[in-house]
């Protein structure tokens, strides 16, 4: 949906933010450097959609954006596609490694590989967990399913 132009990650991330968060956290999000981003905020501040101070930042008027972007609710809800992703692979190594020991399928360690992962994908969720999407809720289930 939104590429991977950090522009466009910042945008995102303030109006699911109700409009300010701190830059570092937004580079977090995003897996882009802190001083891209942070490039990014100055020329939005000087174009003067944004307001910085001491590394935080502020959208002025976030509602022609949320408009363009057709936000119905301002409970949006960002999924850490990066740390999602790295608790998948973990478990997926995991279940690998135990599968080349004789260890039970339904024994006490992959049962707690397979909570660790779902706890971690819980985690991934900036926001109200609850009102996340169908396709989260689905990948989490998933993963609690694998036992």
């Known amino acids: 949906m939104i590429g991977t132009d950090a522009r466009h990650f910042l945008l995102v991330y303030l109006l699911a933010n109700h409009g300010a968060a701190k830059l570092r956290s937004v580079a977090a999000w995003s897996g882009q450097?802190?001083?891209n981003i942070?490039?990014?905020?100055?020329?939005?501040?000087a174009a003067n959609i944004i307001s910085l101070e001491h590394g935080y930042g502020r959208l002025k008027n976030p509602d022609p954006w949320a408009t363009i972007l057709e936000l119905e609710s301002r409970n949006t809800v960002l999924l850490n596609w990066l740390r999602f992703y790295d608790a998948c692979i973990q478990l997926l190594r995991s279940l690998h490694k135990a599968a080349s020991k004789p260890i039970p399928s339904d024994g006490p360690v992959v049962t707690g590989l397979i909570r660790e992962a779902v706890a971690e994908a819980k985690r991934s969720v900036e926001g109200d967990p609850s009102a996340s999407s169908g396709t989260v809720q689905d990948l989490t289930e998933l993963l609690a399913s694998l036992h």
Not at 38 to 45: F, I, N, P, T, W
């Open 38 to 45: 942070s490039k990014v905020a100055q020329r939005l501040e």
């Open 33 to 35: 450097s802190y001083r």
